[in-house]
């Protein structure tokens, strides 16, 4: 079994380009953690990081028709 994450750094892909952080250890520290580590806060990194994979997914749809 694995432990829980320290920073957000494992993602679940979901349907559409959700994306969803897997497990993370002590979760109300995450952003302090990241901040440490010179990372962006949880939510904002999600929120580029699925724009990203939505993008990509959309242009790959693209090229496929």
Known sequence: RRLPLFCGEEWFNRKKGNLEPKPIRNLRQVDKRRAEH????????LKSVSKHLRTSQKKKRLKSN
């Open 38 to 45: 010179g990372l962006e806060p949880l939510e904002d990194y």
